[in-house]
């Protein structure tokens, strides 16, 4: 083999590994590209707090900034003093007057042709002439129609009168209400020097209306123009001055020379700065967050680092949080308080353990914190939370407790809030109340866990309680199938789960997993029922047979098993169990009775091998102790407990001796565990079989 060949498969076999590193650093350029391009403030302060830090001394020259409440009281002030708008509308000067002349002409037809009112027939310019200088003088002088709110204020309740683009106050007293014009118009029209007056007092009064009307629009407007000359400083602070010393209080104005002091810093710094540096150093967080993560999956969460799915898994979450923190952030609208980060540790528990779900959810917050806007108090509020939802023993099978546990988080992030905010100001006046609206939208949509659980697991080929309760059902066709071909294995199958499960819980596995793998670890024995010494009730089949066709028959039921997991579509966790249920053992009984029958001829030993591959995580090789112990025990008849216990002993020592073990997540310890607890379960959970052999195995095992 040549050199470059050697090379080319040298670098195939480490391709995945390389993979693996890439995945990170894909994962870092994208978190860092959603980064703040500004500069973070060095300084945390709050109001009433002690100032750790060293003499705080103005690097330059600064306007002290209004702080909110003072902003809003000078508003207030300009705007208790100030008029409200009334508009002049002109036209309906016009409008009126031209009534006036279409009702003058119209009355003066009809005195006409009556015979009344001859002054006005022989002169009607004359009267016209003197409604129409009534009319204007009225319009001129105002016609106001008060609103409600202003209706009692009196004579002197001063207003702004608006006429075209030219404003000026007068008092209600200098206008003219309807009832007062209409005195005007009675009053006026006696002392006129006409002779029959009395033609143009309905025709006035029909034309007289209000002209001067209260107008929200203009005074809002006004209110804002008026406002927005407010100055939003007052003094400064010179470069050099002491802004605040070292175990100083945060005072109220220091506090607010402190705010002042970092948002101009912030903009003086970073008009004399480029980008680049703040980019670098959250690059460098970004590393360091990723990098720590990277190197805990690397030495303590092998059976993850190891597989590229599972790794893309963990590191998603990174990815799928920072940026929905960006998207958050960018909208100014939403707060990073609704974001369910709680998510988080809910799924990683639930596919894996606490311990990795805790490193994950806090690698997460400090990726997001960054990101957001909202300081310490949002890193501590949801690491916090995180740590509620891993000690609530929260479970997506049991809808109680999950609700119990989202009931925690509301009081996490409620209490939380309430004491970073009563720290901070020191009273519940300053409690922002529309934060705990956002908490209520983030723990209800954590109620998004229930239903990505299945599709996570359809992805990335995990399982979930939910789905193995489901697959629990003895109504599931295949257990159907079994319970009617083979109700013997059926038989053994629950004994072998409630063996292994007793096992995985003492030593905290994955109990419900070995319990639900046992119902259908043997389900290939269905297409071959008979040949199996549990389902025989008659004759032994394997009397016509020789020993390399029993024990091809007694081992084709493990690829059976996984081609019907297969075409019934369960997960391939299941079919994991079916296929190393016996790992690579030897089918012993027809093994010993072909050597005995051929002891001088060559014998293929993998003949009567199963195919494996050997266990590796605990389940799997709980539930290998578990299938065999239970198979052998009840072999024995009637034993004493020292005969029980021995034939486990002997049983677990040849496992370890054939190698069964050796790629095992499973430690010495924890097998001595397991020991005991299969021979306490095994002391009253045992019938009689046929009788066996010095050799672990038997006819039909």
């Known amino acids: 083999m040549s050199e470059v060949t050697k090379t080319a498969k040298q670098s195939l076999r480490q391709l995945p590994q390389v993979i693996k ?49 003072e ?21 309906i000067s016009k409008t009126q007057k031209a009534l006036f002349e279409r009702e003058f002409s119209t009355q003066l037809q009809q005195v006409k042709a009556g015979g009344d009112f001859p002054d006005v027939t022989r002169y009607p310019d ?32 001063v207003i702004q009168v608006i006429k075209g683009n030219v404003a000026e106050r007068q008092t209600t007293g200098n206008l003219l209400l309807m009832p ?7 009053d006026s029209l006696p002392y006129s020097h006409l002779q029959e007056p009395d033609f143009l007092y309905p025709l006035l009064e029909g034309a007289i209306q209000p002209n001067v009307f209260y107008s929200d629009t203009l005074t809002s407007k006004f209110k804002a ?17 002491l802004i605040i010393p070292r175990n100083g209080i945060v005072t109220d104005e220091v506090y607010q020379r402190l705010l002042s002091f970092k948002e101009q810093y912030e903009e003086h710094v970073v008009e004399q700065r480029t980008n ?124 109680s407790r999950f609700f119990n546990t989202l009931l925690f988080i509301f009081l996490t992030y409620g209490l939380g809030y309430l004491g970073l905010t009563l720290i901070q100001e020191g009273s519940l006046s300053g409690v922002n109340w529309s934060v705990y609206s956002w908490i209520f939208l983030n723990v209800f949509l954590t109620l998004l866990a229930y239903p990505l659980i299945p599709l996570l697991e359809r992805l990335f080929g995990f399982i979930s309680p ?31 789960g409630n063996l292994s499960e007793q096992a995985a819980r003492r030593i905290g596995a994955d109990a419900l997993l070995v319990k639900v793998a046992a119902l259908y670890h043997d389900i290939g024995k269905a ?71 051929n002891p001088d001829g060559p014998v293929d030993e993998a003949t009567f091998r199963y195919p494996g591959p050997k266990p590796r995580t605990k389940e799997e090789s709980i539930f290998m102790m578990a299938d065999s112990i239970e198979a052998a025990c009840k072999s024995l008849a009637n034993p004493t407990e020292a005969e029980l216990y021995e034939k486990i002993d002997k049983i677990m020592q040849e496992k370890l001796a054939q190698g069964q073990f050796e790629h095992s997540a499973l430690t010495f310890e924890e097998l001595e565990t397991c020991k005991s607890v299969f021979k306490q379960f095994m002391k009253s959970a045992h019938h009689v079989r046929i009788a066996y052999p010095d050799a672990p195995k038997e006819k039909g095992e």
């Open 21 to 69: 590193y890439l995945m990170g650093v894909a994962v870092v350029a994208f978190i860092s590209l959603l980064y703040p391009n500004h500069l973070k403030f060095k300084y945390d302060f709050e109001k009433g707090q002690i100032w750790h830090y060293d003499d705080l001394e103005a690097p330059f020259d600064f306007a002290i900034q209004k702080s909110t409440a």
């Open 466 to 496: 939910i789905t193995l309760q489901e697959l629990s059902d003895m109504n599931k066709p295949l257990l159907r199938e079994l319970a009617i071909k083979a109700p013997g294995t059926l038989q053994h199958s629950l004994q072998v």
């Open 527 to 597: 297409q071959n029922p008979r040949f199996f010494i549990e389902n025989q009730t008659g004759d032994n089949p394997h009397s016509g047979l020789s020993d390399v066709e029993s024990a091809q028959l007694i081992i084709r039921h493990v690829p059976d098993g996984v081609q019907m997991a297969k075409k019934a579509r369960l997960p391939r966790v299941i079919i994991d169990f079916i296929r190393t249920h016996h790992g690579t053992t030897r089918t012993e009984y027809f093994y010993r009775n072909y050597i005995k029958k």
């Open 225 to 241: 123009d008026l406002s927005s000359g407010i100055s939003p400083y007052r003094g400064m602070v010179r470069k050099g001055e």
């Open 276 to 399: 680049i540096g703040v980019f670098g150093g959250y690059l460098l967080l970004t590393i360091l967050v990723v990098g720590t993560l990277m190197v805990y999956l690397w030495r303590f969460a092998k059976d993850v680092f190891r597989v590229a799915g599972k790794l893309a898994f963990v590191l998603m979450w990174l990815v799928v949080y920072s940026y929905v923190g960006y998207m958050v952030e960018q909208t100014n609208v939403l707060s990073a308080y609704m974001i369910p980060f709680c998510i988080v540790p809910i799924v990683m528990k639930t596919f894996y353990n606490e311990r990795l779900a805790l490193i994950v959810h806090i690698s997460v917050v400090l990726i997001a914190s960054f990101i957001t806007s909202l300081g310490y108090e949002f890193a501590f509020m949801q690491i916090l939370a995180g740590l509620v939802v891993l000690i609530s023993y929260v479970s997506t099978s049991d809808w």
């Open 180 to 186: 007062a014009a209409m005195e005007l118009l009675s």
């Open 71 to 91: 902003i809003a009281a000078e508003k207030e002030e300009l705007e208790k003093g100030f008029p409200p708008c009334y508009e002049l509308k002109q036209d």
């Open 126 to 157: 004359k009267y016209l002439k003197y409604g129409h200088s009534l009319l204007g003088r009225l319009y001129q002088r105002g016609i106001v129609q008060l609103d409600q709110g202003h209706a009692e204020k009196g004579k002197d309740f």
